[in-house]
């Protein structure tokens, strides 16, 4: 495996100020290298240091007319003998041949786009590409420049002159034989890297178009974050081969990360495909691990499309810069999972049969989809199946930065009964056709545009910054929560390949008050790594490895596998980032804390799991130290993106803590904290509910979630099964957007559900008592005690009195019968038991003092019965059970449930 080393970072004043546009012969650097024509830029437009410092020159900007193509350095007149480093100022401390090199690498290259700064080019090293914040002084990197770049006062470049997301080829003159996105793209890119196919003037670093850019329908005010793009080159005008074939042989991958290029014919990668989804569709607990990315291209046509079931532990993702450079004719799905009738009840004996048994998505967990564009088509498929794209997925199982360019999506597979859901999340993305919500139990979707509609809520949906979604007007019919804006987030990083050929971790910014995906009109905010800054870990990578590349200061990428560890893996430099492919997981050994982090700056971790181990952690993933002094992060926080903890399941795991966060203004997008309800472990089935006795004694877990840091912000939080709370809120300020989270199932008895002070069992959601504010909206707590019937639970959230403390659209509900929620909250709300199984709603809870709540109940017990009739009783297209709503196209197809069917499945 290819150890990258870190590279030198120089940052001098010479390099922010020098560039100007002069004749190579008016300058001696030049003149001794033989340069002819205009300095800078190259005909790969990097600028070569090597022009007379000029202070009122800005960065990367250059509004004059460029000379035409013959008077630009040619390649074959361009230094094609290295010089040595000690002509150059900047590299007069290093040894040996220095650049430019015959490859056309440069001593500095200088990103042409005002808001980019690009880290210097020393010799053999890459250029990164960086935005404008910069990072803080490290060891080996000084300080930024005192006089950092200051941006353009006149607004960026929109859509018909010239702007911030690629444009078509054939809008300019120099390129106009070639198809698909021109240059320059958000990381400086070209179309061909070694020549420049844009002939016309820069306009703020970026070539005027020859034509007019096509105005689209899209409204303006449906996107925040800049005007919108043209129209989009027809499907069958897109080139298929414009990218290089795999060339970096020096990155150890693993073996199970699977590059896909326009090489691969259709019947190679459907073969593929079926293969990874044969082992993993049933793999719940399984130890494989599996990445499937694609390389900008188109992949499958309307004549072959690829049909592809994603399973357990796998992720399939482009590696294109936009959702658009990837192109799936066909489809991406998740059907139910089939088990056999006579164990359906049994928890973890869960065996699947031969289809014809209970089908559902309950467990439906582990599976990631991102960063590409799917153009549906139905090919062999019967009735049922053609008419959706299918995503029955549950609990850790996202699609991020997806674009469904036709059809509509299904989040529930009625083609199979009972269907159940309990999902999930949608994050950055666009559905050019409807969404089926069907039989999800609860959702979170942020930034996310429905073009059509989304149909159909059962109990908790939320929607943040979304476009096109239900209003939530008349909460709790139907019970959506929706903000327009996302008030605060961060997108989740995601490899890419440059045009040539190597690989680059894109990192977003930070953004405040979004409104749909951030890339639909202009490429999204953010910095991009070179892979060389990573160590790319296997899981036969020394632990050593891992602890030196952190203290020279990479970051960590986690291939799919399954990794053991034995010590403490510790993040303490700002803006590192650990990202998972694959759902790479991280398994605790010996009782240590598999991960910890500083309260530093910027931290990002990103598509990981962590298991716990055999031996107790006090902690599985630690963020900030108690003992270290409080920072403000509120400019670039810690972010956690799809980082799931699991506690038992497919072997005994021990925790006290899943998660602790102590930093402030930490910010979570999505996350499943889950104690296993069930698995593989060897219990003794005999010893309670499916040996639910053994499982409270041996997979232990006391609390999922405790949040110690202020100002903290969680949207998709899920937290289940722990022993005692589910999450502890200590910090001031927090803000939760979407909350589930269901109650242990397997208490013994109602000796070991019990606080300190005598309270019947523990709160799902507690927020201590020294806290003075804290916000959440949209919040579910369920129970299913199946190992005890009688056991209670007085309250699903527990909250001080106090006016700071705001909660909106919550409820409890009752799963399958046995167990009691007494109260919604505080003792408001109606008992979800086996006689009234709810929903109950609070509306709007606001603490003011014990006798006087400004709370609107939608469930109290005088209004019950009247929201039972209206939400519970079979109606004409929905399930009794779930709560489901079914689109009448579905009815015709006899999909909806019985009363008797239920019952028969003792569901009821």
Known sequence: MKQYAPLLFLLSDRFLAAESLQQCSDNPTCAALKLEGSCCPTNDFRWLDCCENDENNDIGIRNETLKNDNERI?????????????????????AGDCCPTTSGVMLVSVMRRPDFVEVPDCCNSRPVVEFNTPEPSSPGRPAPAKAPYTPPTEPMPTAGTAGGSPKQCALYTGCAN???????????????????????????????????????NSPVDDNIFSPPTPSPVPIEDRDDGIYPPITDLNVDWGSNVYLIDSSWSTSRIQNLVDSIHQKQVNNEMGNERYGIYFYPGVYGSP?????????YYTEIAGLGTRPSDVLIYGKIEVYNRCFDPLLF???????????????????????????????????????????????????????????????????????????????????????????????QQQWMSRNIDVQQNWSGTVWNQVFLGSVGVPSGNSFPDPPVSTMAQTPLSREKPYLFVARNGEFYVFVPSIVANTRGPSWDSRDTPGRSISLEKFLVITPSTPSQSIDQALRFGLNLLFTPGVYDIYSTIEITKANTVVLGIGHATLTARNGVVPIRTSKAAGIVLAGITVDAGESLSPYLLQIGSKEDPSMELKSNPITLSDVYVRVGGPYIGKTTVAIEINADDVLIDHTWIWRADHGIEPFDMSDGYAGDNERWRTNTGTNGLIVNGNSVTAMGLFVEHFQEYNLIWNGQDGK???????????????????????????????????????????????????????????????????????????????LSGPGVIQSVINGLGAAADTNNRGPHYVVDYTSRSSNAMTAAESSSSSS???????????????????????????????????VGYLAMLGLL
């Open 736 to 814: 939760v957007y979407m909350f589930q989270s269901e109650l242990v199932y397997e208490t013994p008895s109602q000796s070991d559900w019990i606080t300190p002070d005598g309270t019947l069992g523990y709160a799902a959601y507690k927020i201590s008592n020294q806290v003075q504010r804290h916000y959440l909206i949209g919040g579910g707590v369920y129970c299913y005690n199946r190992n005890n019937p009688s056991i209670v639970t007085e309250n699903g959230f527990d909250v001080p009195i106090r006016s700071g403390i705001v909660l909106e659209r919550i409820m409890t509900r009752n």
């Open 303 to 311: 004549n072959q499309p690829l049909m592809i079931q994603l399973g």
């Open 345 to 439: 009840n049994e928890e973890g004996q869960f065996i699947p049969s031969d289809g014809s048994g209970h089908c559902i998505a309950l467990n439906n967990f582990w599976r990631s989809l991102s960063n590409l564009s799917v153009h549906i088509i139905s090919r062999n498929q019967d009735s049922c199946r053609s008419r959706a794209n299918f995503w029955a997925v549950s609990q850790a199982s996202s699609m991020r930065r997806v674009s469904f360019v036709n059809g509509d999506v299904s989040l529930m597979d009625y083609c199979t009964m009972p269907a159940f859901a309990s999902g999930g999340f949608l994050a950055d993305s666009k559905f050019a056709g409807q969404i089926e919500n069907g039989s």
């Open 74 to 94: 040619p390649a074959t007149n361009r230094a094609l003998t290295p010089s040595q480093c000690s002509a150059y100022s900047d590299c007069a401390h290093l």
């Open 178 to 216: 070639l198809a698909g996105d021109c240059c320059p793209t958000l990381t400086g890119v070209m179309l061909v890297s070694s020549v420049d196919c844009c002939n016309t003037p820069l306009v703020n670093g970026f070539p005027k178009p020859s034509a007019p850019t096509p105005a689209t």
């Open 864 to 898: 019950s019965v009247v929201h039972q009739q209206q939400y519970e009783e079979i109606p004409e297209s929905g399930d009794a059970s779930h709560g489901m709503t079914i689109r009448p196209s579905l009815l015709s197809m006899g999909l909806y449930l019985s």
